[in-house]
């Protein structure tokens, strides 16, 4: 049987799964844009483990599916195009990628298999008060105290902490040397005394973000990975995993379908947007980009080294601007009806005649809150600096 024909049944193989347990309520409510619980992501990562499909990018020997790159695309794509759930990736791909690298046997034992199941999901103290897109900058300190560290301190913008049970932690264990010096990287369990989780809502009304403050948090010694004030060559690795998590071309390729549908259905002075010119031409100038992204994407999958390179940087800062503009132009789509805003909505859908095309509700909302996509991760300067400074050495 040829190569081609393979990746034909084992599409038709994706298809069917899809078909079999991914509800069309479910696939509804995502493809609309609606907000999901942790008990609706809970339980599409059941349904993928179940079928041994919980972890694409990890090995076998770790209970991975052990798929080859053009699997890994396939899978990606078709569950796109059906309106699958996009898991809290934090844990299964940047978290794992960095414990696989440098992490102890009897942490990749304790948490891997956590991981796997869903049994554990993780959030990431980066950021932090003040230090902008410079996460060298972090101040949060922490002094070794006999077999923990006590940590004292804060950190924001710290997606899904009021659902995680662990916590990936940056802590600053010395001010010596070059601000990339003296950076430690800790595993927080959630439930250490000491934490106090602040929710930060967002633009759209929404609480996925927090802030994070650590009174005098006792970590073992047992919880750091790589050694003490090494963890910034390690987060290179990491944030290569983040960035091309963040630039979401799956997310953008789902998105730019929704659109094009939007632009077909959706009339402006007596007739279809998809024949405004204008309109028109941003269309086709964000399928180009769209696809020019897919072929980094294709080859960070087919040589997943390249996910500490460039190209990772590259694909960060192309696909978060691009998701930018798919989401205003939804925005601007909806006219009039962008206007009138309904938090609650978002989380329940509507349960009586919608106020305007259904999309126009998630329409501003998302547009608002993924302002921030430019930022987190490395903001957009940042990624220009890394480009540059990678050309040009």
């Not at 103290?125 to 410079?134: A, H, K, Q, V």
């Not at 859908?349 to 490395?378: D, H, N, Q």
Request: with cysteine; net charge neutral; proline share 5%.
């Amino acid at each position: 049987m040829s190569l081609a024909q393979n990746l034909e049944d084992f599409r038709l193989e994706v298809r069917e799964f899809l078909a079999a347990k991914l509800s069309p309520e479910l696939a509804e409510r995502v493809q609309a844009g609606y907000y999901l619980s942790k008990s609706e992501l809970d339980g599409w990562h059941r349904s993928l483990h179940e079928r041994g499909w919980g972890a694409t990018n990890w090995p076998k020997e770790h209970g991975g599916p052990g798929w080859t790159p053009m699997q890994k695309y396939i899978f990606e794509d078709e569950c796109s195009r059906a309106g699958a759930p996009t898991l809290v990736m934090m844990g299964l791909n940047q978290v794992v990628a960095l414990l696989m690298a440098a992490g102890t046997e009897e942490q990749k034992r304790r948490h891997l298999p956590r991981i796997l199941d869903g049994s554990d999901l993780w959030c990431q103290g980066l950021s932090e008060p003040n230090s902008g897109s410079d996460l060298a900058s972090l101040k949060c300190p922490a002094y070794l105290d006999g077999d923990a560290y006590v940590v004292d301190g804060s950190k924001i913008w710290t997606t899904a902490a009021h659902w995680a049970n662990w916590c990936f932690l940056l802590v600053r264990t010395s001010n010596d040397g070059p601000k990339q010096e003296g950076i430690t990287i800790l595993l927080l369990d959630m439930k250490t005394p000491g934490i106090t989780i602040r929710p930060i809502i967002g633009l759209d009304g929404m609480h996925s973000l927090n802030q994070l403050f650590l009174d005098k948090v006792r970590i073992p010694v047992s919880c750091r990975v790589g050694d003490e004030g090494m963890g910034w060559g390690l987060m290179k690795l990491f944030l290569g995993h983040e960035r091309v998590s963040a630039a979401g071309i799956w997310k953008c390729k789902a998105q730019f379908a929704r659109l094009t549908m939007i632009a077909r259905n959706t009339r402006r002075h007596g007739r279809p947007l998809a024949e405004n010119p204008r309109f028109r031409e941003r269309l086709a100038w964000l399928e180009i980009h769209m696809r020019a992204l897919e072929v980094i994407l294709l080859s960070i999958i087919n040589d997943p080294s390249k996910a500490k390179g460039i190209e990772a940087s590259m694909l960060k800062l192309r696909g978060t601007e691009l998701q930018q503009e798919m989401l205003a132009m939804m925005s601007e789509a909806a006219g009039q009806y962008a206007v009138p805003f309904h938090p609650e909505i978002l989380r329940t859908g509507w349960t009586e005649e919608p106020v305007g095309p259904e999309f126009a509700t998630t329409a501003t909302p998302f547009y608002l809150f993924w302002r921030k996509s430019t930022i987190s991760g490395g903001s957009s300067e940042i990624m220009r600096n890394v480009i540059a400074q990678t050309l040009f050495q």
